[in-house]
């Protein structure tokens, strides 16, 4: 095989690892969506459809790793397209971690369907909304290697934890004035907690979209988020 044909064969290769995480990235966004219908629509059929659906997401997550270890060890890659594989393990970790999250809300989900019905909190349907969007949105921008889109996902968290942070107080206060509640009222909190960590999820991939274009890490810097940085090679 003559180096052009291998040089290649290797970003083929490359393009490949794009299209699976992609393919992951909607199966994960897909399980938060359905996760939060199950919720809102007391389904426990949709609630098992995310529980059992997991093992898909985990699959793909292996398959990534597999083939990103296998072309780190056979074409030693530099600079740039080092960077990626290295991303892209990072990020078949994170987005399998998104699928265990949303693994929790369907279990929350199920077992609020024994309850007495109870309406979720407006800010739980934004933080889902917000999370998913953060999520396709970060793999957007690693699939396009746009460091400014990286750098604005990151900021959307402040938006995330302040829903978050709502809720807790809504859910204490009726859980404080109605007793009867308490139960469905710490479902909803860990429903809340995991979309909240779903999307810190999100911006550790946009954060690694940032380390791959420009090699610089932007992790606990979030004062320099709005800095450019000069792209290395």
């Given at each position: 095989?003559?180096?052009?044909?291998?040089?290649?064969?290797?970003?083929?290769?490359?393009?490949?690892?794009?299209?699976?995480?992609?393919?992951?990235?909607?199966?994960?966004?897909?399980?938060?969506?359905?996760?939060?219908?199950?919720?809102?629509?007391?389904?426990?059929?949709?609630?098992?459809?995310?529980?059992?659906?997991?093992?898909?997401?985990?699959?793909?997550?292996?398959e990534?790793?597999?083939?990103?270890?296998?072309?780190?060890?056979?074409?030693?890659?530099?600079?740039?397209?080092?960077?990626?594989?290295?991303?892209?393990?990072?990020?078949?970790?994170?987005?399998?971690?998104?699928?265990?999250?949303?693994?929790?809300?369907?279990?929350?989900?199920?077992?609020?369907?024994?309850?007495?019905?109870?309406?979720?909190?407006?800010?739980?349907?934004?933080?889902?909304?917000?999370?998913?969007?953060?999520?396709?949105?970060?793999?957007?921008?690693?699939?396009?290697?746009?460091?400014?889109?990286?750098?604005?996902?990151?900021?959307?968290?402040?938006?995330?934890?302040?829903?978050?942070?709502?809720?807790?107080r809504?859910?204490?206060?009726?859980m404080?004035?109605?007793?009867?509640?308490?139960?469905?009222?710490?479902?909803?909190?860990?429903v809340?907690?995991?979309?909240?960590?779903?999307?810190?999820?999100?911006?550790?991939?946009?954060?690694?979209?940032?380390?791959?274009?420009?090699?610089?890490?932007i992790?606990?810097?979030?004062?320099?988020?709005?800095?450019?940085?000069?792209?290395?090679?």
């Open positions: 095989m003559s180096q052009s044909t291998a040089h290649r064969h290797f970003h083929d290769e490359l393009s490949q690892v794009k299209v699976r995480l992609l393919t992951m990235s909607g199966e994960a966004e897909a399980a938060v969506q359905v996760a939060i219908e199950a919720l809102l629509e007391r389904d426990a059929d949709k609630a098992r459809r995310v529980i059992g659906g997991d093992r898909i997401i985990d699959g793909l997550e292996t990534i790793e597999e083939q990103c270890l296998n072309l780190l060890a056979l074409q030693q890659p530099m600079a740039k397209d080092l960077r990626l594989l290295v991303s892209a393990i990072k990020i078949a970790n994170d987005l399998e971690r998104v699928g265990d999250h949303a693994v929790n809300i369907g279990q929350c989900a199920a077992r609020l369907t024994e309850r007495r019905p109870t309406t979720p909190e407006p800010e739980i349907v934004e933080m889902a909304r917000i999370a998913r969007e953060m999520l396709s949105d970060s793999l957007d921008a690693f699939v396009r290697g746009d460091a400014a889109a990286g750098r604005e996902i990151c900021l959307r968290d402040d938006k995330v934890d302040a829903l978050n942070r709502s809720v807790f809504i859910l204490l206060t009726h404080m004035e109605e007793p009867h509640s308490i139960g469905a009222g710490m479902e909803l909190l860990l809340s907690r995991n979309l909240e960590r779903i999307a810190d999820l999100a911006t550790n991939i946009a954060e690694d979209v940032v380390f791959l274009v420009e090699g610089k890490s992790k606990h810097h979030a004062e320099e988020f709005g800095k450019p940085t000069p792209p290395s090679a």
